[in-house]
């Protein structure tokens, strides 16, 4: 029984860097041989996986969003984290986390998944 939950603000201005944080209760993030996601769904538009950070904390990311994109971890906590810098209007978007046996996921029938929370980018 993994549990996930997304927490951070769910308001961000243009041009800062969106930060958001995973905790995981019910397993370990560093069990091999999962990986843990983060995943984001714009309005109107379909999920785009974002970057992923290993049991052993290699991290993998989207071509499209490397350059912006870092995913770390806090093994002491159990929660995994996601910075999104120089963000637009166009980064908002319901954003996941999740677990799942492979490095990217893009259906919710794969792995455990979040509720997801709302960030908005707005000035």
């Known amino acids: 029984q993994v549990q996930l939950q997304e927490s951070g603000p769910g308001l961000v201005k243009p041009s800062q860097t969106l930060s958001l944080t995973c905790t995981v209760s019910?397993?370990?993030?560093?069990?091999?041989?999962?990986?843990w996601s983060w995943i984001r769904q714009p309005p109107g538009k379909g999920l785009e996986w974002m970057g992923a950070i290993a049991y052993s904390g290699i991290t993998y990311y989207s071509p499209s969003l490397k350059r912006r994109t870092s995913i770390s971890r806090d093994t002491s906590k159990n929660q995994f984290t996601l910075q999104l810098s120089s963000v637009t209007p166009e980064d908002t978007a319901v954003y996941y986390c999740a677990r799942g046996d492979t490095i990217v996921l893009v259906t919710t029938t794969q792995g455990d998944w979040g509720q997801g929370t709302q960030v908005t980018v707005s000035s």
């Open positions: 019910g397993g370990s993030i560093t069990t091999n041989y999962y990986y």
